[in-house]
């Protein structure tokens, strides 16, 4: 059984930091493209950052040079350090992993609540 349980969310005031931690099991990890997405209220849901098994990044324009996204293989777990917050990255933060060799899968974390106060 495929679990993603994400954890560090919560309500923080502008300009400061929270880091998220997204724990892996039942899958091969060092298998699978690692992401977190993100969903404000009345929004479709947006990538925030990804990181491939090899490392690789990739950032929406609007977190960049404020989130790090990085992965622990021997620990299963990937995070997202989010520095300089600000009202609009209010959201439910979701843990993404992708496997785009086959057998492709997609796997989801339930989401967790960051609330950025100005």
């Known amino acids: 059984q495929v679990q993603l349980v994400e954890s560090g969310g919560g309500l923080v005031q502008a300009g400061g930091s929270l880091r998220l931690s997204c724990a892996a099991s039942?899958?091969?990890?060092?298998?699978?493209?690692m992401g977190w997405y993100r969903q404000a209220l009345g929004k479709q849901r947006e990538l925030v950052a990804t990181?491939?098994?090899?490392?690789?990044?990739n950032y929406a324009d609007s977190v960049k040079g404020r989130f790090t996204i990085s992965r622990d293989n021997a620990e299963n777990t990937v995070y997202l350090q989010m520095n300089s917050l600000k009202p609009e990255d209010t959201a439910v933060y979701y843990c993404?992993?992708?496997?785009?060799?086959?057998?492709?899968?997609?796997?989801w974390g339930q989401g967790i609540q960051v609330t950025v106060s100005s």
């Open positions: 993404n992993a992708q496997r785009h060799s086959p057998p492709r899968s997609d796997y």
């Open positions: 039942g899958i091969i990890f060092n298998s699978y493209t």
């Open positions: 990181i491939a098994s090899g490392g690789r990044t």
